[in-house]
T-cell receptor
Framework: RKEVEQDPGPFNVPEGATVAFNCTYS??????FFWYRQDCRKEPKLLMS???SGNEDGRFTAQLNRASQYISLLIRDSKLSDSATYLC???????????FGAGTILRVKS | GAGVSQSPSNKVTEKGKDVELRCDPI?????LYWYRQSLGQGLEFLIY????????KSGLPSDRFSAERTGGSVSTLTIQRTQQEDSAVYLC???????????FGEGSRLTVL
């Protein structure tokens, strides 16, 4: 089983829609989680960290469910510019390597 | 520059040749990663350097792959006797080491003919 697993999609949604991605992780000892965004033929960039209490940044909300070992990303009021691949990332221990999921493709259409 | 720098940006080589890919991390970043990404695929972890600790080489796919980091800064990824399946974009990233923010270079696109 992969350490971090995501539904590859693609998720095709209209502008203005709300879309949610989930990501599961296999190691219950995993400490930290993040969402990265990767545009086509570009390098990944940090979108947001994921905290146990949940966190929100504008239209984006990230949550962590340790009991079920999954994290989620919710995007409200989708924009065309949100079209990208969203990568779920886990870090098993503080200072340890970051493990990337394979990514979920989002396509927002007008 | 202020970002992670990788060279070459593109490399075309013949099967069986050796290649070296270079990464210049952000100054002061203690952690350095190598990943590779094939077209349409996710990031595959290769190797991780953290300060003076022994590197985590658990992701290297075969003994043809090796990497070193000199003086805690520049890193070189070497692929010996390249094979066609080695064709991919090789991404280097650095971080401060204590948080999850990785800063990626633009990658080195390797094509093995």
């Amino acid at each position: 089983r992969k350490e971090v697993e995501q539904d590859p999609g693609p998720f095709n949604v209209p502008e203005g829609a709300t879309v949610a991605f989930n990501c599961t992780y296999s190691n219950s000892a995993s400490q930290s989680f993040f969402w990265y965004r990767q545009d086509c033929r570009k390098e990944p960039k940090l979108l947001m960290s994921v905290y146990s209490s949940g966190n929100e940044d504008g239209r984006f909300t990230a949550q962590l469910n340790r009991a079920s070992q999954y994290i989620s990303l919710l995007i409200r009021d989708s924009k065309l510019s949100d079209s990208a691949t969203y990568l779920c990332v886990g870090q098993m221990e503080y200072g340890n390597k970051l493990v990337f999921g394979a990514g979920t493709i989002l396509r927002v259409k007008s | 520059g202020a970002g992670v720098s990788q060279s070459p940006s593109n490399k075309v080589t013949e099967k069986g040749k050796d290649v070296e890919l270079r990464c210049d991390p952000i100054s002061g970043h203690t952690a350095l990663y190598w990943y590779r990404q094939s077209l349409g695929q996710g990031l595959e972890f290769l190797i991780y350097f953290q300060g003076n600790s022994a590197p985590d080489k658990s992701g290297l796919p075969s003994d043809r792959f090796s990497a070193e980091r000199t003086g805690g800064s520049v890193s070189t990824l070497t692929i010996q006797r390249t094979q066609q399946e080695d064709s991919a974009v090789y991404l280097c990233a650095s971080s401060r080491g204590w948080d999850g923010e990785l800063f990626f270079g633009e990658g080195s696109r390797l094509t093995v003919l």
